[in-house]
């Protein structure tokens, strides 16, 4: 299971399968508790407490915090036994990092057919997170492991490294590698040695923000999944504040998906000005244009 948390710790045994809290300062008031979602092994979880306090929290903040809605550009095959944790485009190409403990992969894809060119398997161990890209060298996160790794392009593995949190959702700036361990908190790293440098704290008008998940960065502003919602968070990278949210509510909707194909994927062709996003699971990826609500 994934945690939340100002200080991203830790829960020990059977206490990995409850949130003891999530804080958040809003007009409904107080603390506010309820059972994790999970993640993968945890075949009934709830779905999903957050969504909603996010949802009240939105339509508390919508004349101060902009609302985004979207409109699909394209569609394309996304395949369904992706457990997408981390996405990114480069020069053509989709990578994609993919999860779950014995199947955690890393991608290199077609954008058109959805299909792996190349596919590199993480030990069974491991479970793939977050995706970045620095200087040609592709980084991988995992969850729990505290370890990363370095890829070429031809997802050779070049290197690993290790850190002190769990891994969540990573991009890159022009200067640092960005960072989150599912909490509120957001981390700088120096790229060449992955050490952080700086942090903020995610908020919306002086509520924290946590579930922070995968992550892109575009013209100045972090996206960044929350997860177990249909939001995109648009973040100061100077600040933490909330700059906007993109509701994806409607965007993929079927009974047949797992229930923990959450909207998870975000990725940005600078070149072409085209956003991407997809799931966890989701047999299709959409290129959309933002439309201000």
């Known amino acids: 299971m994934k945690k939340i948390g100002r200080q991203g710790y830790k829960l020990p ?13 809003l007009s ?19 779905r999903y407490a957050y969504s909603d306090v996010i949802k009240k929290m939105v339509q508390r903040n919508v004349h101060r915090t902009p609302v985004y809605g979207y409109r699909v550009v394209n569609e394309y095959p996304h395949n369904p036994t992706s457990f997408t944790q981390g996405l990114l485009y480069d020069k053509g190409f989709l990578y994609e990092s993919t999860g779950l ?16 060119l190349r596919t590199q398997r993480l030990p069974a161990r491991y479970f793939g997170e977050g995706l970045g890209i620095w200087k ?23 290197g690993e490294f290790a850190y002190r949190t769990e891994g969540w959702g990573m991009t890159q700036s022009e200067k640092s590698m960005i960072m989150s361990d599912g909490s509120d908190i957001l981390r700088f790293w120096e790229p060449a040695r992955f050490k952080e440098v700086g942090r903020v704290r995610v908020h919306d008008h002086g509520s924290p923000i946590g579930f922070i998940n995968e992550l892109e960065y575009i013209k100045g502003e972090i996206y960044a999944n929350i997860w177990g919602t249909d939001y995109i968070a648009r973040i100061s990278p100077d600040t933490g504040k909330i700059l906007g949210w993109i509701d994806l509510s409607g965007l993929l909707t079927s009974s047949r998906l797992p229930t923990e194909a959450v909207l998870n994927g975000i990725a940005y062709d600078r070149e072409g000005d085209r956003l991407f996003v997809t799931g966890k699971s989701w047999p299709r990826l959409f290129e959309i244009k933002l439309v201000p609500n």
């Open 101 to 116: 403990y014995g199947k955690s992969t890393i991608r290199k894809v077609d954008v058109a057919t959805g299909k792996a």
């Open 28 to 46: 409904i008031g107080g603390i506010l508790q309820h059972t994790s979602p999970g993640r993968a092994g945890n075949p009934h979880p709830k």
């Open 13 to 25: 045994g059977v206490a990995r399968l409850l949130w003891t809290t999530v804080t958040l300062t």
């Open 136 to 158: 040609g060298r592709l980084v991988q996160l995992t969850w729990r492991s505290r370890t990363g790794f370095v890829y070429d392009k031809d997802l050779n593995k070049t």
